[in-house]
């Protein structure tokens, strides 16, 4: 029981590393954007990085959220795991839409291209912001298919994934351009990632390193990765490969600590981080302190990243949990991170 009991540990651990690994690319992702948009960042290298990164830092989360799901879905049964996914995944989407109604109800955008009724247009497709739209249709759909071979589900995904062309709702395009990495954790299951542990850490630093170099050989030969190209869902693949042979070169470190501290929080770090990155790239531009790039790069980063992470462990205190997940008056079963659907043991 006690060795059953650690296997579940070490494999809520490395998916929660991945997570805190996936979501310091995301808000690095859109500090280095906003650094090119105001010309702190120029030449190639930008757009570089910005397509490695951007290959696969999505598609991780969809597929740690496959490595769980079948698990959750077995101990919830259909109606329960619905009910769980609408409280922890739709219902923050649809808490953080508040602040752009608001700004559209009173006329706040000067191009004045989204007022209230377009707004809640985009609202309503996943324009507003794709990510929890995207990810409550793909779990929907998974527990729908739940009788559907993984294989045959997988298979389908890919081929859509292909097939399909956005229609600019980017929350279903986004359903059907990702359900192929959440059918690909599936298939892998959390129980295999017993597997990894038993990995050597420098091997699984060699690997990373190796996984990491192919994907940005392709991203710099083909340049930002479109979802009807195969080499989209092959990069998301091979870089979250990359990430989960990351955290295990760093397991039982320091490093590995935070990472694990970020990836539990790494809901609250999604949903907070344009806040406090805008606010911290615009005292970079008004206080006129260290206009370098590394500075205007770290800087925004790390605050976007740890505060939204400290507001996360310290939600009940600063009681506002209620933005994070619905308040019910029964006492649910709690995911470790509504952002993956990831840390659940059965």
């Known amino acids: ?49 910005d397509a490695f ?28 795991f619905l009910v769980d996914k609408f409280k922890t995944v739709l219902y923050p989407y649809l ?44 779990l929907v759909l998974a527990a729908l298919l739940r009788k559907v071979p993984v294989v045959w589900k997988l298979l389908g995904a890919a081929a859509l994934s292909w097939l399909w062309r956005d ?20 298939l892998v299951g959390s129980r295999n990632l017993v597997l990894l542990a038993r990995m050597g850490r420098l091997i699984a630093g060699a690997t990373a390193l190796a996984l990491f170099s192919a994907v940005f050989v392709v991203t710099k030969a083909l340049g930002p990765l479109q979802p009807a190209s195969p080499a989209f869902v092959s990069c998301g693949l091979l870089g979250t490969a990359g990430l989960f ?15 694990q501290w970020i990836g539990v929080a790494s809901l609250s770090v999604f949903l907070l981080h344009p806040f406090i990155q805008g606010i911290a790239m615009m005292a970079l531009l008004h206080t006129g302190v260290g206009h370098t790039l590394g500075v205007e790069l770290a800087v925004p980063t790390v605050l976007a990243v740890i505060l939204p992470a400290v507001i996360w462990h310290r939600r009940k205190r600063l009681r506002v949990a ?19 659907v990831a840390s659940e043991t059965a």
């Open 95 to 138: 808490v953080f839409l508040v602040p752009g109604c608001l700004a559209a109800a009173i006329g706040v955008e000067a191009s004045g291209r989204h007022p209230l009724i377009q707004y809640a247009l985009d609202a309503t497709t996943g324009r507003a912001s794709w990510f929890l739209y995207s990810l409550f249709l793909v």
């Open 1 to 49: 029981m006690a060795q059953r009991e650690m296997i579940g540990r070490n494999r809520v651990g490395v998916a929660d590393s991945v997570k805190g690994l996936a979501i310091i690319l995301v808000v690095f992702g859109h500090v280095a954007q906003g650094a090119e948009h105001r010309g702190w960042w120029s030449g190639p290298s930008f757009g570089e990085v």
């Open 322 to 340: 209620w933005l994070f997940a619905l308040p019910t008056q029964a006492r649910a079963r709690p995911d470790s991170n509504a952002l993956a």
């Open 245 to 259: 042979m990351t955290a295990q070169a760093s397991s039982r470190s320091p490093v590995d600590r935070w990472l």
């Open 53 to 80: 990164i951007y290959a696969f830092h999505m598609p991780a989360f969809f597929f740690v959220a496959g490595l769980f799901f079948g698990q959750s879905l077995e101990s919830r049964g259909l109606r329960r």
């Open 167 to 186: 229609t600019g709702a980017q929350g279903l395009d986004g359903a059907f351009h990702e359900a192929v990495f959440l059918f690909a954790g599936e």
